[in-house]
């Protein structure tokens, strides 16, 4: 059993920047795939990013391109999103996801992954 625990979310002002954390347990982290999803009230969670085994992969969701950074430290079983320029339609809860899968076609769906954490609020003020 996988344990995942977001932090960092809060109350920042447009253009803005916050860094999510997301901790892990386990002593296998270094052989999940991580993601990053996000559910604004009222709609489906979406994808945000997904950094590989090695991190040597990134993929992101075109609204964030260019403004999104994951990242993980595998020694400290961490995976982060570094999110500058924020916008209020980035409003939502963040969750972290983890896959024991190599990284794939499949990386992007809500379904492809294995443990999910309990969300951290980000909230984008205009």
């Known amino acids: 059993q996988v344990q995942l625990v977001e932090s960092g979310g809060g109350l920042v002002q447009a253009g803005g920047s916050l860094r999510l954390s997301c901790a892990t347990s386990g002593r296998t982290f270094n052989m999940y795939t991580m993601g990053w999803f996000r559910q604004a009230p009222g709609k489906e969670r979406e994808f945000v990013a997904i950094?590989?085994?090695?991190?040597?992969?990134?993929y992101y969701a075109d609204p964030v391109k260019g403004r999104f950074a994951i990242s993980r430290d595998n020694a400290k079983n961490a995976v982060y999103l570094q999110m500058n320029n924020l916008k209020p339609e980035d409003t939502a809860v963040y969750y972290c996801?983890?896959?024991?899968?190599?990284?794939?076609?499949?990386?992007?769906?809500?379904?492809?992954?294995?443990?999910w954490g309990q969300g951290t609020q980000v909230t984008v003020s205009s």
């Open positions: 950094i590989s085994w090695s991190g040597t992969r990134t």
């Open positions: 996801a983890a896959a024991m899968k190599p990284y794939g076609s499949s990386s992007s769906r809500r379904e492809w992954y294995d443990y």
